[in-house]
């Protein structure tokens, strides 16, 4: 594996005359998945073609062309590789069927091995070497260890994808003709990412076979792949939990972190759209889609995934019969009017925003309260107690869900206080705008784990010295008044995922001052910066583990107001609960003049605002 964290990457070699526009944006597209700031291909003929398609006029397709040239971005037969820093070399004929999971993007396996994995993943997540059933109330069936409950074609990835969308779909008229069915335990949907989408699936009459089997539009946008999958049945959700089994997603989008997708799945896969209709039709991440049957059909033959695959000219003669210019047009043409009922909606007038009495949806913020004109000297950072210490491959959707909001956690207890009904929680995401709601889901996803409290899954944490355990929200609210400033430790890979912004306000709100990490995502370390949190980084040979922190320590982090620079050293002292202590250096994580600038001013809100304040003056 060659690591691209950080890198531009550019696609080129004669492979890129076999993908299409839409497979390269795809792959352009799952950039922050493979860890780069990038992904990219160059222009040619096909992109001014794809533009036309879309609907682009003339004029903008030539500028298109001739800024393309004359910036060296174009290619055709002519054109030479380009020199590159480093390369990859990759044999598009290796390429071969493969899905990923069940909590990582980049854990990949390859369809052959897909259930012999999901068998160590059992072993992993639920401790035992067999799938177990649980019963299902009021049903002819019973549920287990890797059924799938929720198979999803998401927006965000493959729906713009005319030849993934259309393979789906004729993979759906294929099985329905043999007469199968997903299977009943499955939760299935469809959320396009462009009404264009519905247009070519209702012409080419695919869209009537993905309804048979379940996958009738759900939404336009995020819904599955950001975890607005909505409750799964009770009497489902009754057996996952009563069974303690480790039910599964399939979907098509480019995250399937840790609870992410829906709280009764623990593991979660993506997949090609057909491949997501074909596991409905399994139910299983224990079926082998290549040697087992997916069912029996009408007539009680078993069918198997090679019997129901459209061939590749078959998925190409069709998008070419139901995909043109016009469809782009007519859903486009006046996008940015909307429908009725969004013309409808009221408007407040004047300069500024109107802020609503009650409103569960939106709150004042507090990131200006106490705001001087200028800023204050920076101060060491003392006394700090860790809030949590958390391992590797801590996501900014452990840090800042984004799905359901249960009713048992602080979030929900604070919405119950303003008679919002749990039906009406709605998600973290839907409620970004009030940031009482936000920063009690911060560090609340139900499948983190703070070894501050071990044997624990879920938004938890201990006060020092008291011992006292609860909420990482109560705990740094307790913090919050005795005045003690708060860090969090982490491992590797920390804050990668979505650039979730509240993964760095709901931290900074609830009083953490620095990040200290082995390593950390490039645009979370960025915006820990903008909410004015230090990010540090533990020098080589030095982790949490090798200090053997417990959580009953505290921190002493100085030299920050003899002044702070990019890159430089931050002297720390941790004081165990026995007395003794250890010192050491950490690396200070702000890499840039500008972010320097930022930190110093409490956030690049503050320094956004002092400057608009200077211009005035």
């Given at each position: 594996?060659?690591?691209?964290?950080?890198?531009?990457v550019e696609f080129y070699g004669p492979?890129?005359?076999?993908?299409?526009?839409?497979?390269?944006?795809?792959?352009?597209?799952?950039?922050?998945?493979?860890?780069?700031?990038?992904?990219?291909?160059?222009?040619?003929?096909?992109?001014?073609?794809?533009?036309?398609?879309?609907?682009?006029?003339?004029?903008?397709?030539?500028?298109?062309?001739?800024?393309?040239?004359?910036?060296?971005?174009?290619?055709?037969?002519?054109?030479?590789?380009?020199?590159?820093?480093?390369?990859?070399?990759?044999?598009?004929?290796?390429?071969?069927?493969?899905?990923?999971?069940?909590?990582?993007?980049?854990?990949?396996?390859?369809?052959?091995?897909?259930?012999?994995?999901?068998?160590?993943?059992?072993?992993?997540?639920?401790?035992?070497?067999?799938?177990?059933?649980?019963?299902?109330?009021?049903?002819?069936?019973?549920?287990?260890?890797?059924?799938?409950?929720?198979?999803?074609?998401?927006?965000?990835?493959?729906?713009?994808?005319?030849?993934?969308?259309?393979?789906?779909?004729?993979?759906?008229?294929?099985?329905?003709?043999?007469?199968?069915?997903?299977?009943?335990?499955?939760?299935?949907?469809?959320?396009?990412?462009?009404?264009?989408v519905a247009d070519y699936l209702e012409?080419?009459?695919?869209?009537?076979?993905?309804?048979?089997?379940?996958?009738?539009?759900?939404?336009?946008?995020?819904?599955?792949?950001?975890?607005?999958?909505?409750?799964?049945?009770?009497?489902?959700?009754?057996?996952?939990?009563?069974?303690?089994?480790?039910?599964?997603?399939?979907?098509?989008?480019?995250?399937?972190?840790?609870?992410?997708?829906?709280?009764?799945?623990?593991?979660?896969?993506?997949?090609?759209?057909?491949?997501?209709?074909?596991?409905?039709?399994?139910?299983?991440?224990?079926?082998?889609?290549?040697?087992?049957?997916?069912?029996?059909?009408?007539?009680?033959?078993?069918?198997?995934?090679?019997?129901?695959?459209?061939?590749?000219?078959?998925?190409?003669?069709?998008?070419?019969?139901?995909?043109?210019?016009?469809?782009?047009?007519?859903?486009?043409?006046?996008?940015?009017?909307?429908?009725?009922?969004?013309?409808?909606?009221?408007?407040?007038?004047?300069?500024?925003?109107?802020?609503?009495?009650?409103?569960?949806?939106?709150?004042?913020?507090?990131?200006?309260?106490?705001?001087?004109?200028?800023?204050?000297?920076?101060?060491?950072?003392?006394?700090?107690?860790?809030?949590?210490?958390?391992?590797?491959?801590?996501?900014?959707?452990?840090?800042?869900?984004?799905?359901?909001?249960?009713?048992?956690?602080?979030?929900?207890?604070?919405?119950?206080?303003?008679?919002?009904?749990?039906?009406?929680?709605?998600?973290?995401?839907?409620?970004?705008?009030?940031?009482?709601?936000?920063?009690?889901?911060?560090?609340?996803?139900?499948?983190?784990?703070?070894?501050?409290?071990?044997?624990?899954?879920?938004?938890?944490?201990?006060?020092?010295?008291?011992?006292?355990?609860?909420?990482?929200?109560?705990?740094a609210m307790r913090y919050q008044g005795?005045?003690?400033?708060?860090?969090?430790?982490?491992?590797?890979?920390?804050?990668?995922?979505?650039?979730?912004?509240?993964?760095?306000?709901?931290?900074?709100?609830?009083?953490?001052?620095?990040?200290?990490?082995?390593?950390?995502?490039?645009?979370?370390?960025?915006?820990?910066?903008?909410?004015?949190?230090?990010?540090?980084?533990?020098?080589?040979?030095?982790?949490?583990?090798?200090?053997?922190?417990?959580?009953?320590?505290?921190?002493?982090?100085?030299?920050?107001?003899?002044?702070?620079?990019?890159?430089?050293?931050?002297?720390?002292?941790?004081?165990?609960?026995?007395?003794?202590?250890?010192?050491?250096?950490?690396?200070?994580?702000?890499?840039?003049?500008?972010?320097?600038?930022?930190?110093?001013?409490?956030?690049?809100?503050?320094?956004?605002?002092?400057?608009?304040?200077?211009?005035?003056?």
């Amino acid at each position: 594996e060659k690591g691209v964290v950080g890198k531009f990457v550019e696609f080129y070699g004669p492979g890129l005359d076999e993908l299409s526009l839409p497979d390269q944006a795809t792959l352009a597209n799952m950039a922050p998945e493979y860890g780069a700031t990038c992904g990219f291909f160059p222009i040619d003929s096909d992109t001014l073609n794809y533009l036309n398609l879309t609907g682009r006029d003339t004029d903008t397709i030539e500028l298109v062309e001739a800024y393309a040239k004359a910036q060296g971005l174009w290619r055709d037969a002519d054109t030479p590789d380009p020199v590159f820093t480093d390369s990859i070399e990759l044999d598009m004929s290796s390429v071969v069927p493969a899905i990923a999971g069940p909590k990582r993007p980049q854990d990949r396996i390859n369809l052959t091995g897909a259930a012999p994995a999901f068998a160590e993943t059992l072993k992993d997540m639920g401790g035992v070497d067999a799938p177990r059933r649980a019963d299902v109330d009021g049903a002819d069936y019973s549920l287990a260890d890797g059924d799938v409950v929720i198979a999803a074609i998401t927006s965000c990835t493959n729906t713009s994808n005319p030849s993934v969308l259309v393979a789906a779909g004729l993979l759906a008229r294929n099985a329905v003709a043999l007469g199968l069915k997903s299977k009943p335990w499955v939760k299935t949907s469809l959320a396009p990412g462009s009404q264009v989408v519905a247009d070519y699936l209702e012409k080419a009459g695919l869209q009537g076979d993905l309804s048979s089997l379940g996958f009738s539009i759900a939404a336009f946008g995020c819904t599955s792949c950001i975890g607005n999958s909505g409750p799964l049945a009770d009497p489902i959700a009754k057996a996952i939990d009563e069974g303690d089994l480790v039910a599964s997603a399939v979907l098509s989008g480019n995250r399937n972190f840790e609870g992410r997708i829906n709280p009764w799945v623990k593991a979660n896969y993506l997949a090609s759209p057909p491949l997501v209709v074909a596991y409905a039709l399994a139910g299983s991440m224990t079926q082998d889609l290549y040697n087992d049957p997916l069912g029996k059909g009408a007539d009680g033959a078993p069918v198997y995934l090679k019997d129901i695959w459209p061939s590749n000219q078959e998925v190409a003669e069709t998008v070419a019969s139901c995909l043109d210019r016009g469809m782009f047009e007519e859903r486009y043409g006046n996008v940015y009017e909307g429908p009725k009922e969004w013309q409808a909606i009221g408007t407040a007038d004047g300069g500024l925003f109107d802020w609503p009495n009650g409103s569960t949806y939106v709150k004042y913020p507090p990131y200006f309260e106490d705001m001087e004109p200028e800023p204050s000297a920076p101060q060491d950072i003392t006394g700090a107690r860790p809030l949590l210490i958390l391992g590797d491959s801590v996501t900014t959707d452990h840090i800042s869900p984004a799905g359901a909001i249960p009713k048992d956690g602080p979030a929900g207890e604070y919405l119950l206080e303003y008679q919002v009904r749990p039906e009406d929680f709605n998600s973290f995401g839907s409620r970004r705008g009030n940031h009482e709601v936000m920063m009690r889901g911060t560090f609340a996803n139900i499948r983190i784990r703070n070894e501050m409290v071990p044997d624990t899954e879920g938004g938890y944490s201990k006060h020092y010295p008291s011992g006292d355990g609860g909420s990482v929200f109560d705990v740094a609210m307790r913090y919050q008044g005795e005045g003690v400033p708060l860090v969090a430790v982490g491992g590797k890979l920390y804050g990668t995922g979505s650039s979730r912004d509240w993964a760095a306000k709901g931290s900074a709100l609830l009083g953490v001052k620095a990040v200290i990490v082995e390593s950390i995502e490039r645009i979370h370390r960025s915006n820990l910066i903008g909410m004015g949190v230090l990010p540090l980084q533990f020098k080589d040979g030095q982790d949490r583990k090798t200090l053997k922190l417990d959580g009953s320590e505290t921190w002493d982090l100085t030299g920050l107001k003899d002044g702070i620079s990019a890159g430089m050293d931050v002297a720390a002292k941790i004081t165990r609960a026995d007395g003794s202590s250890e010192e050491f250096a950490l690396l200070c994580r702000i890499d840039t003049l500008d972010e320097v600038d930022y930190y110093l001013h409490g956030g690049i809100l503050q320094y956004v605002l002092r400057r608009m304040m200077s211009e005035e003056s």
